[in-house]
Structure formats: structure tokens, C-alpha cells
């Protein structure tokens, strides 16, 4: 006996990458139409919705405790400070407004450019208030901000005096006592003494100490109060039409992209719609033979129109050479592509007329075949319900629907053998199921399937190598060609091998 060792299949991912992006992809139209919609509602906002005129003004503001390392804490507490009620209450008082402090702290914001440097930026009803505002909010804070320094400076200043003077009272206590002298005289009295006196120096150096800082303090005030000042004077902001209508369409373009890119992929994952041919040929359990690339209404090319042409003609010799080779009727069931159906049949028809009559069983809902638009010279069609009538020496090309809604129980009289027609992204994954069960119950073959408007960059493989010939509820035996005695020939399915217990090896 033979020793095989099975690998076990590879499990599907989760999500499939390729698929998702070929899905995406297929859905431009709706991402597109989002992208252009974002584009022409941003530029149409920045014409309707002008910006309210703005001024802006520069403030520089100058720290006791700036430091070279600072990482912007004092500029950060400035532009809140900015936006309380105090300093817009001093600003309207300056403007002699009524208006509410609150509501006024809606029209302005402050921003922190560097360490030292703040901009203050206005709106108003026009350009001359926008500026005044501007201009109050800047003095309102520059006069806030000096008045809270020269209050802390003389807060400190104060304190030191306050020390210096308790530090007086301490060294007149002590030349009091040096003056009044010693009562006795000797040793102790020596050490005391010059205890008092060196008392007395240290005294005098820190009242000189408190003096000195108390000095520094209010001197340091006047430089914090001429550094803090309005460097760039309050200006009204031009807005330019074009430049914000274009930036307007370039937000809303990118906007509109991404949201239809998130809409489609999110709605191709939900729909879950095979567009791939491996999936479509595994959901379906057959083989592709065939593709025919959708051709555009508007497209008026020549190299286009050949292009089709010459794909419709080696989709008509595939499908002629393997309706030859099956002595059962074949029929054609679409599946989201009943114009294209219609006309593979009328082409294969005329392929199939050089070997004999043929006749077309139609079975499609609104009879496209019976519309007047096919050629007098043409082969014969005939619909469903007289398909009985058609004589077994013409040869019988079937054109049925999978579509949902459609009536199962008629294919079998469409033909007993079936080539799929379908849409790419047509049909979700249960629905190409479906098909498959339903035709595998009726006991109808797949030769293979047909793929309209196929990804033009799928490289993936439609052939079911190692995979059912069947549906996974068909039958073992399926009714093939007629031999030369007449009667039908069986053909099974290779079952597969059965692992016997406990051992490696294989009973076939």
C-alpha cells in the first residue's frame, strides 16, 4: 500500500484584503460622486458663507520668571487669561458697549506664537470694528497685565519691608542693651558683650540685605512694565475668495473621499458580494471558461468597439465547443446580466447553425428575444412554455434566470445541462449558494460559468482544481453524453481517500 499524507486545507482569513480593495475599487462611481459632491459643497460654503470680518493685533509679554527652557506655561496662562470675563468687561467698557462679557468672549481668541509673543484675533460686524475691538482687547490686557505685576512687585517690596523693620526693632533692642553696659565686670560679662555686638553686625548686614532687595523689587517693575507692549498694531485680516473657496474644496474633497471609501468598504463587507474569480467559481462550485468585459453606453472608440467584438467572438468559439461536445440541451442562466445573456445565445446560435437548426428556448422575464431586435435571418426562438414543441433533431440553446423570484422547476425544461452567466458583484455569497443547491436538487450540471464585467486586474484563478464538480447537496451520479448504445453513461465523482484509525496510511 501507498502512504499519502493530507495537508489540511488553509483556513479562509477573516477578511480578504484583495477582494475588499477589487470591491472598492468597482464602487468608484460611489466614492467618486462623494468626493466631487465634498469638493462642490466646500468651494459653495466659502462663497455663501463668507468669513465675518476679523482684525488681529500682537501683543508682547514679557515674564518676571521667564525662563530660556520654558515650554510655553506662561504664554498658555496669558491666552486664558485673555479669554475671562475681566478683560472682556475693561474692553467694552473702552468701547462703550453694552454688550454682554460673555457673549463678546465668543468673537475673540488668543493664540501663543512663541513664549513672549501672543495674537490676539477679532471679529466684528465690518472691518473698522473688528479693529477698535481689537485694540481694546490689546490694551485691556496689556494694562491687566502690568497692573498684576506692579501689584505682585509692591507685594514683595512690601514684605521686605515689613522684614527690614521687624529686623530695626530686633538691632535697637540690642544697642539699647549694649549701651546700658555690663552691671559687673569679668569674664562672663566680656563674652557677653561681644555676643551683643556681633548680634548687632549681623542685624545691621541683613537690614542692608532687606533694603537692597526691597529696592531691586520696585526697580525690577518698571522694565516688566515697557516690555509688555503692542508690537504688531491691530489691522483688519483680508480673506481672499479663491484661496478659501479652494481650501473649502480641498477639505470637502477630502472629506467626501474618505467617507465614501469608509461607505463602500463598510457596505461591501456587509453585502458580502463575490467580485473575484475564485470566489465567484467556489460559491458557485464551477469552473470560469469565460469573461466578457462590460462595455460602456457612452463609449464611442473604435479600439473599443473591436475590443469587444473580438472578446464576444472567443466567448461565442469557448461556448460553441463545449455546447458541441454535450449531446444534452444546454441552457444559459443569468444572474444579473440578462441583456448580455440574450446576446451570447443569439451569437452562439449563429456559431451553431452551420452544424444544423437551432432553435432558442426563451425563458427570461420581459422576453428581451422576442423584442423585434434580433435579425429576421436569425435562428428561431420560442418561449418557455412551448419549448415542448420544439422537434429533438434541432439542436435546443435554453436562456433562463437564477435571478431571486425566478421559477426553479422550468429550467429543467430550458436544458439539462447549464452554463451560468453572471454579473460580478451581482449576487451575494448565499444567493450564488442558492444557485448552486437549487441546480444540484434538479440535477442540472454546471458546465462552467460565464463572467460579466470581471475585474480587469484580477489575476486569481476561476478553476476548480481540487474542489466538487458539483453542489455540496448534488448527487454522486450525474446523466452525461449518450454512448453508441443508446443509453445514458454514469459518471462518478472520485471519492475521497478514508484515513483508516490509528494508522498513517490510506484505504482509497
Same mark, same amino acid.
Given at each position: 500500500?501507498?502512504?499519502?499524507?493530507?495537508?489540511?486545507?488553509?483556513?479562509?482569513?477573516?477578511?480578504?484584503?484583495?477582494?475588499?480593495?477589487?470591491?472598492?475599487?468597482?464602487?468608484?462611481?460611489?466614492?467618486?460622486?462623494?468626493?466631487?459632491?465634498?469638493?462642490?459643497?466646500?468651494?459653495?460654503?466659502?462663497?455663501?458663507?463668507?468669513?465675518?470680518?476679523?482684525?488681529?493685533?500682537?501683543?508682547?509679554?514679557?515674564?518676571?520668571?521667564?525662563?530660556?527652557?520654558?515650554?510655553?506655561?506662561?504664554?498658555?496662562?496669558?491666552?486664558?487669561?485673555?479669554?475671562?470675563?475681566?478683560?472682556?468687561?475693561?474692553?467694552?467698557?473702552?468701547?462703550?458697549?453694552?454688550?454682554?462679557?460673555?457673549?463678546?468672549?465668543?468673537?475673540?481668541?488668543?493664540?501663543?506664537?512663541?513664549?513672549?509673543?501672543?495674537?490676539?484675533?477679532?471679529?466684528?460686524?465690518?472691518?473698522?470694528?473688528?479693529?477698535?475691538?481689537?485694540?481694546?482687547?490689546?490694551?485691556?490686557?496689556?494694562?491687566?497685565?502690568?497692573?498684576?505685576?506692579?501689584?505682585?512687585?509692591?507685594?514683595?517690596?512690601?514684605?521686605?519691608?515689613?522684614?527690614?523693620?521687624?529686623?530695626?526693632?530686633?538691632?535697637?533692642?540690642?544697642?539699647?542693651?549694649?549701651?546700658?553696659?555690663?552691671?559687673?565686670?569679668?569674664?562672663?560679662?566680656?563674652?557677653?558683650?561681644?555676643?551683643?555686638?556681633?548680634?548687632?553686625?549681623?542685624?545691621?548686614?541683613?537690614?542692608?540685605?532687606?533694603?537692597?532687595?526691597?529696592?531691586?523689587?520696585?526697580?525690577?517693575?518698571?522694565?516688566?512694565?515697557?516690555?509688555?507692549?503692542?508690537?504688531?498694531?491691530?489691522?483688519?485680516?483680508?480673506?481672499?475668495?479663491?484661496?478659501?473657496?479652494?481650501?473649502?474644496?480641498?477639505?470637502?474633497?477630502?472629506?467626501?473621499?474618505?467617507?465614501?471609501?469608509?461607505?463602500?468598504?463598510?457596505?461591501?463587507?456587509?453585502?458580502?458580494?463575490?467580485?473575484?474569480?475564485?470566489?465567484?467559481?467556489?460559491?458557485?462550485?464551477?469552473?470560469?471558461?469565460?469573461?466578457?468585459?462590460?462595455?460602456?453606453?457612452?463609449? =464611442?472608440? !473604435?479600439?473599443?468597439? #473591436? *475590443?469587444?467584438? &473580438?472578446?464576444? $467572438?472567443?466567448?461565442?468559439?469557448?461556448? /460553441?465547443? @463545449? +455546447?458541441?461536445?454535450?449531446?444534452?440541451?444546454?441552457?444559459?442562466?443569468?444572474?444579473?446580466?440578462?441583456?448580455?445573456?440574450?446576446?451570447?445565445?443569439?451569437?452562439?446560435?449563429?456559431?451553431?447553425?452551420?452544424?444544423?437548426?437551432?432553435?432558442?428556448?426563451?425563458?427570461?422575464?420581459? =422576453?428581451? !428575444?422576442?423584442?423585434? #431586435? *434580433?435579425?429576421? &435571418?436569425?435562428? $428561431?426562438?420560442?418561449?418557455?412554455?412551448? /419549448?415542448? @414543441? +420544439?422537434?429533438?433533431?434541432?439542436?435546443?440553446?435554453?436562456?433562463?434566470?437564477?435571478?431571486?423570484?425566478?421559477?426553479?422547476?422550468?429550467?429543467?425544461?430550458?436544458?439539462?445541462?447549464?452554463?451560468?452567466?453572471?454579473?460580478?458583484?451581482?449576487?451575494?455569497?448565499?444567493?450564488?449558494?442558492?444557485?448552486?443547491?437549487?441546480?444540484?436538487?434538479?440535477?442540472?450540471?454546471?458546465?462552467?460559468?460565464?463572467?460579466?464585467?470581471?475585474?480587469?486586474?484580477?489575476?486569481?484563478?476561476?478553476?476548480?482544481?481540487?474542489?466538487?464538480?458539483?453542489?455540496?447537496?448534488?448527487?454522486?451520479?450525474?446523466?452525461?453524453?449518450?454512448?453508441?448504445?443508446?443509453?445514458?453513461?454514469?459518471?462518478?465523482?472520485?471519492?475521497?481517500?478514508?484515513?483508516?484509525?490509528?494508522?498513517?496510511?490510506?484505504?482509497?
Amino acid at each position: 500500500m501507498t502512504t499519502h499524507t493530507t495537508s489540511e486545507p488553509a483556513a479562509a482569513p477573516l477578511l480578504d484584503l484583495q477582494a475588499l480593495v477589487v470591491a472598492v475599487r468597482r464602487r468608484r462611481r460611489l466614492w467618486s460622486a462623494l468626493a466631487l459632491l465634498g469638493l462642490l459643497v466646500g468651494a459653495a460654503l466659502a462663497v455663501l458663507m463668507p468669513p465675518p470680518p476679523s482684525a488681529m493685533a500682537k501683543v508682547y509679554v514679557v515674564h518676571k520668571d521667564d525662563q530660556p527652557n520654558d515650554t510655553g506655561t506662561l504664554i498658555r496662562t496669558d491666552v486664558e487669561l485673555l479669554g475671562t470675563t475681566r478683560i472682556a468687561g475693561k474692553a467694552l467698557e473702552a468701547l462703550n458697549s453694552r454688550e454682554n462679557p460673555e457673549d463678546f468672549m465668543r468673537d475673540y481668541r488668543g493664540t501663543g506664537l512663541t513664549n513672549n509673543l501672543l495674537q490676539i484675533d477679532v471679529a466684528g460686524t465690518s472691518d473698522a470694528e473688528a479693529v477698535a475691538r481689537a485694540k481694546a482687547l490689546a490694551d485691556a490686557f496689556v494694562a491687566d497685565h502690568v497692573r498684576r505685576m506692579q501689584e505682585a512687585a509692591k507685594a514683595e517690596a512690601k514684605a521686605l519691608l515689613d522684614q527690614r523693620d521687624r529686623m530695626r526693632k530686633e538691632l535697637a533692642e540690642v544697642n539699647r542693651e549694649i549701651g546700658d553696659g555690663p552691671p559687673e565686670s569679668g569674664p562672663k560679662a566680656s563674652a557677653s558683650v561681644e555676643s551683643l555686638f556681633a548680634r548687632r553686625a549681623e542685624l545691621t548686614s541683613r537690614v542692608a540685605d532687606f533694603d537692597q532687595r526691597a529696592e531691586e523689587a520696585r526697580m525690577g517693575t518698571p522694565q516688566l512694565v515697557a516690555g509688555t507692549q503692542i508690537v504688531d498694531a491691530p489691522r483688519a485680516v483680508r480673506h481672499s475668495l479663491p484661496k478659501a473657496a479652494a481650501t473649502n474644496a480641498a477639505i470637502g474633497l477630502v472629506l467626501g473621499l474618505v467617507i465614501g471609501l469608509a461607505l463602500a468598504a463598510v457596505g461591501t463587507v456587509v453585502a458580502d458580494r463575490p467580485v473575484l474569480r475564485r470566489e465567484i467559481s467556489a460559491n458557485l462550485g464551477a469552473s470560469v471558461i469565460a469573461e466578457l468585459p462590460r462595455t460602456p453606453r457612452l463609449t =464611442l472608440g !473604435l479600439w473599443h468597439r #473591436r *475590443r469587444t467584438r &473580438e472578446a464576444r $467572438a472567443r466567448l461565442t468559439t469557448t461556448l /460553441a465547443r @463545449t +455546447v458541441r461536445g454535450s449531446a444534452e440541451p444546454v441552457a444559459l442562466l443569468e444572474l444579473g446580466c440578462a441583456r448580455s445573456a440574450s446576446t451570447i445565445a443569439l451569437g452562439l446560435a449563429d456559431a451553431l447553425a452551420e452544424d444544423g437548426p437551432v432553435v432558442i428556448v426563451d425563458g427570461l422575464p420581459g =422576453l428581451p !428575444l422576442a423584442d423585434g #431586435r *434580433r435579425k429576421p &435571418e436569425g435562428p $428561431a426562438v420560442v418561449s418557455g412554455e412551448r /419549448a415542448a @414543441t +420544439v422537434p429533438d433533431r434541432m439542436r435546443r440553446i435554453g436562456v433562463g434566470s437564477v435571478a431571486p423570484g425566478s421559477a426553479w422547476t422550468d429550467l429543467r425544461h430550458l436544458g439539462s445541462r447549464a452554463v451560468l452567466v453572471v454579473r460580478a458583484g451581482h449576487g451575494n455569497a448565499a444567493w450564488l449558494h442558492t444557485v448552486a443547491r437549487q441546480l444540484a436538487d434538479l440535477h442540472i450540471p454546471v458546465i462552467g460559468v460565464v463572467l460579466i464585467d470581471p475585474d480587469p486586474r484580477d489575476r486569481t484563478d476561476g478553476t476548480l482544481w481540487d474542489g466538487p464538480h458539483t453542489a455540496l447537496r448534488g448527487q454522486n451520479e450525474w446523466p452525461a453524453r449518450q454512448n453508441g448504445t443508446g443509453r445514458l453513461r454514469t459518471e462518478r465523482r472520485s471519492m475521497p481517500a478514508v484515513r483508516v484509525p490509528d494508522s498513517d496510511q490510506e484505504a482509497p
